[in-house]
């Protein structure tokens, strides 16, 4: 079952918060739109088929749809949270200048922090300025994503069953990524989760790169990043508990990360993101 709550709308746009709380493997029905849409999980996972592909959609990657676009979806780990951005033909050319931007969009740490940043723009209740602002804000980072090096298509035959892009190379990385995005204890390191994944390490991080266009490295602290703003938005309170919850080695390396993929200090964040206090 599927439901919407709207959290704003202006000329050529909306922006929906979507809860799925499917739990089946099987492909839905045909759904077409009619606007160009990014899509971005909040929680949760789910698979989406377009175009003959098929790929994963979770908190660090998004995608993006197209106007007659004929997609399925599939829900095989149960209920999922997106923010589902709908921008007309006219208003998405206007704002991409006619470039071309892939379906599935890899959400690095700017990305993140826009879908964040639109969320609490869209609590202010300011349509035409400031969630306009953070939606041309969101709009720009996906963008900048969707260009990055690596897209698995492009390596698709360019050598054997693991040649990145290759239907083996997009296997592995899926159940890496389910593993990493888990916490699975395996995935602590490059070498214990390639022994899970039954391949070499080489032939993972080979693999990792070309289909995703990051290294395993870098997708890792992205995740742990990402829990890093869940537990921020909320209030945190204590960044030393923080870094060592997500296995950092200490508040230095927690800080040190997450300025290397968002250019703020946890704290920053922390003032820009927890929710406002109230006095009585």
Request: proline share 4%; net charge neutral; with cysteine.
């Amino acid at each position: 079952m599927r439901s919407s709550v709207r959290l704003g709308s202006g000329p050529g746009f909306t922006l929906d918060a979507v809860t799925c709380v499917d739990d089946h493997r099987r492909w839905g029905a045909a759904e077409v739109s009619s606007d160009f849409r990014v899509v971005l999980a909040r929680r949760g996972r789910f698979r989406r088929m377009a175009d003959g592909r098929a790929a994963d959609v979770d908190p660090a990657m998004a995608y993006v749809g197209k106007p007659g676009e004929e997609e399925h979806f599939a829900h095989p780990a149960g209920g999922d949270e997106c923010t589902s951005l709908c921008v007309s033909a006219r208003l998405w050319r206007e704002l991409t200048d006619g470039r071309e931007v892939r379906s599935a969009v890899y959400v690095d740490g700017g990305l993140d922090l826009a879908h964040r940043r639109l969320l609490a723009a869209a609590r202010t209740g300011d349509v035409p300025y400031a969630l306009t602002e953070a939606l041309l804000a969101l709009l720009g980072a996906t963008l900048r994503a969707s260009v990055a090096p690596g897209e698995g298509a492009a390596g698709a035959g360019a050598g054997g069953a693991g040649a990145p892009g290759s239907g083996a190379a997009e296997a592995i990385v899926e159940r890496a990524r389910e593993a990493i995005d888990a916490g699975h204890p395996a995935a602590a390191g490059l070498v214990p989760l390639a022994a899970l994944l039954d391949v070499s390490p080489f032939r993972l991080s080979r693999a990792f790169t070309g289909v995703v266009g990051v290294s395993l490295t870098h997708y890792r602290n992205r995740v742990r990043v990402g829990h890093a703003l869940d537990r921020l938005e909320q209030g945190e309170t204590s960044l030393a508990a923080l870094a060592a919850d997500l296995g950092f080695a200490d508040q230095a390396h927690l800080t040190r990360t997450v300025r290397r993929h968002l250019g703020h200090t946890p704290a920053a964040l922390r003032r820009q993101l927890a929710p406002e206090r109230t006095f009585s």
